[in-house]
């Protein structure tokens, strides 16, 4: 992966930022997605954050010798710290957990006034990030499920909107778990994926049916039976 040719994941990132977008790319590493951008989506303006300084060093070097450093401005600091309100208008967080992109938005709110699109990639978690969605008034409006490297990876988009609800229909529950709009797909990593955490929640209470019974034993088995069905409503036992 360079500058010019990104993974799969970082291309399905970038084919959602808009040409001409002022664009904030939190936790950018090498600076790949923002040079990529520069060159090739017509970006006007971007803001490389990184709160590692080794990376930040890289992404200094990267986006100096690809001459950009006039339209991608490299910043050490936490999460939306490295950006000033009304900045940038696109916001990209890609290859965290999605509960840690869910506390980068909800510390910085005050920095999402003028950002009209959220593109982010949660490694695992993809709920926490739908469900701070819904708390904040943002629209689910875009997803898509892929494998890279034998590892599956979410990409969600959002939009700031007055009915985040509609994406989700009846089934509010399994939406938030699996995604709305994968859930009207079922292509077939999605169904890799959760049948395969199907499988791993059926393997853990199997385990904690041969445990001591306790309050705590309990609950946790209820919730694995309320996942596991809502995975099954989605997609049925062909063999049953």
Request: charged share 25%; glycine share 8%.
């Amino acid at each position: 992966m360079n500058t010019d040719k990104l993974s799969a994941r970082l291309s399905a990132v970038a084919k959602y930022v808009p040409n001409g977008a002022k664009v904030a790319d939190i936790g950018s590493d090498h600076a790949y997605l923002p040079c990529y951008l520069a060159k090739n989506n017509g970006i006007s303006f971007a803001v490389a954050g990184e709160v590692a300084q080794g990376p930040f060093q890289s992404a200094e070097r990267n986006v100096s010798a690809e001459g950009l450093s006039e339209l991608i401005s490299v910043r050490l600091g936490d999460g939306l710290e490295v950006i000033q309100p009304d900045e940038v208008d696109c916001i990209t967080i890609a290859g965290m957990g999605g509960a840690l992109i869910a506390s980068i938005l909800e510390n910085g709110k005050e920095k999402l006034r003028a950002v009209k699109r959220l593109i982010l990639q949660p490694n695992i978690s993809a709920i926490s990030i739908r469900k701070w969605f819904l708390d904040n008034g943002w629209v689910l409006t875009a997803e898509e499920i892929l494998e890279e490297d034998g590892k599956i990876y979410e990409v969600l988009v959002g939009e700031q909107g007055d009915a985040p609800m509609t994406p989700y229909g009846q089934n509010v529950e399994a939406g938030l778990l699996l995604g709305p709009y994968l859930i009207m797909k079922k292509n077939p990593v999605f169904k890799k994926k959760w049948l395969g955490e199907k499988n791993n929640w059926q393997r853990i209470y199997h385990q904690l049916e041969n445990a001591a019974e306790s309050p705590d034993t309990l609950e946790k088995k209820q919730e694995l039976i309320h996942k596991i069905q809502l995975v099954e409503e989605v997609i049925p036992d062909e063999n049953s």
